[in-house]
């Protein structure tokens, strides 16, 4: 069973930055597709960035080129560096643990809120 803390939401102005962070425990952190989604009020669940174990990396069309994912594997830890964001990007964002192909496990932290506001 692995365990996913996010931290570091908070309140920013347009076109400033955030950076997410999620720790995983109590499991092998290293085997996981790690992803970061959003939901927004009213609005459905969106993938954000995805990072597999290997490295590669997928991000929404959204934030592409405002957003990176990266994953520290010595830490057990998946960062979502936001810049240049936007009121569109306000959101609970939840962080997301996943099997490769098989989906077999799949587990979600509880969510740290971003609010864009000036």
């Known amino acids: 069973q692995v365990q996913l803390v996010e931290s570091w939401g908070g309140l920013v102005q347009p076109g400033g930055a955030l950076r997410l962070a999620c720790v995983a425990s109590?499991?092998?952190?290293?085997?996981?597709?790690i992803s970061w989604y959003r939901q927004a009020p009213g609005k459905q669940l969106e993938l954000v960035a995805t990072?597999?174990?290997?490295?590669?990396?997928m991000l929404a069309d959204s934030v592409s080129g405002r957003f990176t994912i990266s994953r520290d594997n010595a830490r057990n830890t998946v960062t979502l560096q936001m810049n240049r964001l936007q009121p569109d990007d306000t959101a609970v964002y939840y962080c997301?643990?996943?099997?490769?192909?098989?989906?077999?496990?799949?587990?979600w932290g509880q969510g740290t809120q971003v609010t864009v506001s000036s």
């Open positions: 997301n643990a996943l099997t490769p192909l098989t989906g077999i496990d799949d587990f």
């Open positions: 109590g499991g092998v952190f290293t085997i996981y597709d």
């Open positions: 990072i597999t174990p290997s490295g590669s990396t």
